[in-house]
Antibody, heavy 120, light 112 residues
Framework: QVQLVQSGAEVKKPGASVKVSCKAS????????INWFRQATGQGLEWLGW????????GYAQKFQDRVTMTRNTSMSTAYMELRSLKSDDTAVYYC?????????????WGQGTLVTVSS | DIVMTQSPLSLPVTPGEPASISCRSS???????????LAWYLQKPGKSPQLLIY???NRASGVPDRFSGSGSGTDFTLKISRVEAEDAGVYYC?????????FGQGTKVEIK
């Protein structure tokens, strides 16, 4: 079945950057947008932005506009999310998810999540 | 941003009994194509969210038919006809009508 597999856990110091990968399999990677979300421990889900793997077009939540970059490598069917100038409250599990339906009406499946810990 | 409000936030249920979760949006989720852009997800402990319902009332592939979604505009409901132990977790509604995508606070379903 369609699968998204993310890179492993990261520990970073404040001010550093992190790059999380999301490898797609069992579907045509360029056919569906990839969105990114995060979830702090015990908290709800927060949307970071989207990327179209075919065109490379992307859009970011205003909160992350100046710190996040979403890219892709189509030959590897892999999407990337880089977050810069990390702060302690960026500590969270980061998820990628595949867009489905007209105008990306739902997300399925989700990656397994990548824990990013920001600590001095 | 569209604000999503769920209730209740905690729901203890007895196996075999029904359960219902409400989700309200601050703006109508009716898309120009006539569909309501509302989805429901279940997040089990330590796992990523899994799709249950899309476009307000369509069950995702593999989702048991005890789950049903209804509603239109700003008021939506997820119902479980007979709760099973495996249904424990946090349920989220999400609007997909506009960016940023936003979620309800989550409803924690606990099996008694």
């Amino acid at each position: 079945q369609v699968q998204l597999v993310q890179s492993g856990a990261e520990v970073k110091k404040p001010g550093a950057s992190v790059k999380v990968s999301c490898k797609a399999s069992r579907y045509t990677f360029t056919n569906n947008d990839i969105n990114w979300f995060r979830q702090a421990t015990g908290q709800g889900l927060e949307w970071l932005g989207w990327m179209n793997p075919n065109s490379g077009n992307r859009g970011y939540a205003q909160k992350f506009q100046d710190r996040v970059t979403m890219t892709r490598n189509t030959s590897m069917s892999t999407a990337y999310m880089e977050l810069r100038s990390l702060k302690s409250d960026d500590t969270a599990v980061y998820y990628c998810a595949r867009c489905v339906g007209v105008d990306c009406a739902w997300f399925h499946p989700w990656g397994q999540g990548t824990l990013v810990t920001v600590s001095s | 941003d569209i604000v999503m409000t769920q209730s209740p936030l905690s729901l203890p249920v007895t196996p075999g009994e029904p359960a219902s979760i409400s989700c309200r949006s601050s703006q109508s989720l009716l898309h120009r194509n006539g569909d309501n852009f509302l989805a429901w997800y279940l997040q089990k402990p330590g796992k990523s969210p899994q799709l249950l319902i899309y476009l307000a009332s369509n069950r995702a592939s593999g989702v048991p038919d005890r789950f049903s979604g209804s509603g239109s505009g700003t008021d939506f409901t997820l119902k479980i006809s007979r709760v099973e132990a495996e249904d424990a977790g946090v349920y989220y509604c999400m609007q997909a009508l506009q960016a940023p995508r936003t979620f309800g606070q989550g409803t924690k379903v606990e099996i008694k």
